[in-house]
Nanobody
Framework: QVQLVESGGGLVQPWGSRTLSCAAS????????MGWYRQAPGKQREMVAT???????NSSNALKGRFTISRDNAKTTHFLHMTSLNPEDTAVYYC??????????WGQGTQVTVSS
């Protein structure tokens, strides 16, 4: 069974940086595509970035250059490095894992609030 646990959320000053982590468990997790999504108040959940088991990445065009996804060599933890944060980045950030069969798993989410 796959379990995802996010950490690293909190209050961030405008123009600040923050790194989120998602620790994944599961015997075949290293073969999964991992991702980060976010949902701001009153908006739909949107894709931020994904990374495959071979470390290929895909990112939202709107966030490229500020947000970067990475994955550790053991492929059990992935990260979202966020820079130049602004209030519009305030959202609940969710990590997810997609199996080779297309099954999707979600973490519980972590709140990121950008405010002075």
């Amino acid at each position: 069974q796959v379990q995802l646990v996010e950490s690293g959320g909190g209050l961030v000053q405008p123009w600040g940086s923050r790194t989120l982590s998602c620790a994944a468990s599961g015997s075949t997790i290293m073969f999964y595509t991992m991702g980060w999504y976010r949902q701001a108040p009153g908006k739909q959940r949107e894709m931020v970035a994904t990374i495959t088991s071979t470390f290929n990445t895909n990112s939202s065009n709107a966030l490229k250059g500020r947000f970067t996804i990475s994955r550790d060599n053991a492929k059990t933890t992935h990260f979202l490095h966020m820079t130049s944060l602004n209030p519009e980045d305030t959202a609940v950030y969710y990590c997810n894992a997609v199996s080779t069969m297309g099954r999707v798993h979600w973490g519980q989410g972590t709140q990121v609030t950008v405010s002075s």
